[in-house]
Nanobody
Framework: QVQLVESGGGFVQAGGSLRLSCAAS????????MGWFRQAPGKEREFVAA????????YYAESVKGRFTISRDNAKNTVYLQMNTLKPEDMAVYYC???????????????WGQGTQVTVSS
């Protein structure tokens, strides 16, 4: 079992930045691939970014490439999502999730956090 708790959401003006954090419980965090997802009102949850457990390879949705960066600190059991040059269309509830199987570019993850709201004003 892995428990995930997101933090760092908030209100920001377009063009601004936020850094989301996701703290994981358990001693096997380093064995899990981690992903960030988002869901806007009336829309399906979508993949944003993922980072593998072993090599630390990263993957991004086209809509956030060059603006968002996913990273992890296995010593702190934490994964981060640095979000720069935020746009109004980035506004959503952001979730982190964990899985220990491939593929990582998918919404089919095993463990999910409760989400954190990101609001971007134009």
């Amino acid at each position: 079992q892995v428990q995930l708790v997101e933090s760092g959401g908030g209100f920001v003006q377009a063009g601004g930045s936020l850094r989301l954090s996701c703290a994981a419980s358990g001693r096997t965090f380093s064995m899990y691939a981690m992903g960030w997802f988002r869901q806007a009102p009336g829309k399906e949850r979508e993949f944003v970014a993922a980072i593998t457990c072993s090599t630390g390879n990263t993957y991004y949705a086209e809509s956030v490439k060059g603006r968002f960066t996913i990273s992890r600190d296995n010593a702190k059991n934490t994964v981060y999502l640095q979000m720069n040059t935020l746009k109004p269309e980035d506004m959503a509830v952001y979730y982190c999730a964990a899985k220990n199987t491939r593929p990582v570019v998918t919404t089919k993850y095993d463990y999910w956090g409760q989400g954190t709201q990101v609001t971007v004003s134009s």
